[in-house]
């Protein structure tokens, strides 16, 4: 467990004690082990009915009057590891096998993709002004964070430079050296427009490959497929960058191998030229002018290899753990800023705080209204999704879903309600469901870390179930 002090209080350990006492505790214990020591399950009531669709006789009942409290625990499924680790291990887990199957196959993708063209691309954002830095040289030293050889001071009267050599942990990494220099504005409505610039990226590498090939673009599909899958991370001075694999396909996806002339070579030139071909512009309002938005200087390009520096297991992993993150790094909240927070009182960092205000200054804006920044000023602006994937790359996440919760369904038939004794497929199931509240109390935290060995996210008080509940019901034929 990463934080055991704080949850092992007094009442902590009272609460725990009162669980494990009671008579229900293996019925407890065994929903913990089934949603996998989930961090902050959801409680719903309710129950499920098995009837002959025919004559509409009742064949099977299950109801949660039998769980603990009434309530059927049910894991949470989010993808962040900073709200519930194991079900981010789930989606960590998820993703490798979406990543890796598209570069050595499996999963309904030919193992002959390992001959096609693939590289690891990175695009990053601009320069908003300068921030502390950790940079490390070829020999593995620490090199001064800033340094200026003349000194001197900004327009504010800050110093420019800063000769510290930041630790790994240093807080004042990715903060500006002056913040009253730095473009908030900017930094900001370039988050709001990432997504829009990977699109705008994707459309010009395939353009410039066309060219390349003599065809027009529509006819590019007839003779290449670009196949890729991505991940949004979050640098530590609160912009977002992509990190991408990028495979060029025969036509219609990886079953037929692309044509000759699709080299590696030809796919660098194509991103290169790409990432520095595409911008979005966005209008003059808020006070401020009209800003163009590009990607940064810095573009990273390497080819995956099934071995040697950039394997394809190494890839999978890197893109599987920046799934399951968000805009931690940066020092801001992993949920929504409500309407009754107050700004000063947030615990986030300077930096943070000052990108959330700007989010929630332009999101006020009508110009900007589309942008829905008041809404995602958490996500310090960016709103697009985490992880993406063009059609024909590899299994898709919902398939992956699909298969587990179709597991899932089967073994907690079995638990609640054992064997069933007739095929399923063949009856009308009638569910009523009511959500309760969701998460659990410090001493249920205990227990389930040690009933599962998975570790929790801090726990600073009891997780209060609310009594106010949202009605979901409905009926299926199986």
Known sequence: MPHPAPLVTGLAARDMAARFNRPDFGRWAARARATGGCAQPVHVRGRVEYRD????????????????????????KT??????????????????????????????????????PAAFVTLTAPSFGPVHSRRETTGGTVAPCHPRRGGGTCPHGRPVSCTVRHGADDGRVGQPICPDCFDYPGAVLWNAHAPE???????AVRRHLARSAGVRVAELREVLTVSFAKVAEYQRRGLVHFHAVIR?????????????????????????????????????????????HAWGSQIDIRPITTSG?????????????????????????????????????????GHAR??????????????????????????????GHFSTKSRHYSVTLGRLRTDRIEHNR?????????????????????????????????????????????????????????????????????
């Open 79 to 116: 993808r962040r590891a900073s709200r519930c680790p194991s079900c981010a291990e789930t989606y960590r887990a998820d993703t490798y096998q979406l990543v890796r199957a598209g570069l050595v196959g499996g999963k309904g993708v030919p193992a002959t993709v390992t001959q096609h």
């Open 197 to 203: 610039l990977w699109r705008r990226f994707t459309l």
């Open 410 to 478: 089967r073994e907690h038939t079995e638990i609640t309600t054992g064997r069933l004794p007739f095929d399923d497929d063949q009856v009308l199931v009638i569910s009523h469901w009511r959500y309760l509240g969701q998460g659990m109390t410090p001493g249920e935290a205990l227990l389930t870390a040690a009933i599962t060995g998975k570790p929790l996210p801090h726990f600073g008080s009891s997780t209060q179930i609310q009594g106010s509940a949202i009605d979901r019901s409905g009926s299926h034929r199986r």
């Open 248 to 292: 060029f396909d025969g036509p219609g996806g990886p079953d037929a191998n692309p044509p000759n002339w699709a080299t590696l070579d030809l796919l660098k030139a194509a991103v290169n030229h790409a990432a520095g071909a595409v911008t979005v512009t966005t209008p003059a309002a808020g006070g401020g002018p009209a800003k163009t």
């Open 354 to 383: 000052r990108l959330i205000a700007e989010c929630l200054r332009l999101g006020a804006v009508e110009e900007f209204a589309g942008l829905r920044l008041a809404e995602w000023a958490h996500m310090l602006g960016f709103r």
């Open 53 to 76: 669709p025919l004559t509409g006789a009742l064949l099977h009942h299950y109801s949660t009057a039998g769980e603990p409290g009434g309530a059927l625990r049910v894991a949470c």
């Open 309 to 349: 520096e950039l394997t394809d297991n190494a890839v999978a992993g890197y893109i599987a753990k920046y799934a399951t993150k968000a805009a931690e790094c940066v020092g801001t909240l992993d949920r929504r800023i409500r309407a009754t927070d107050d700004l000063t009182d947030l615990p986030v960092t």
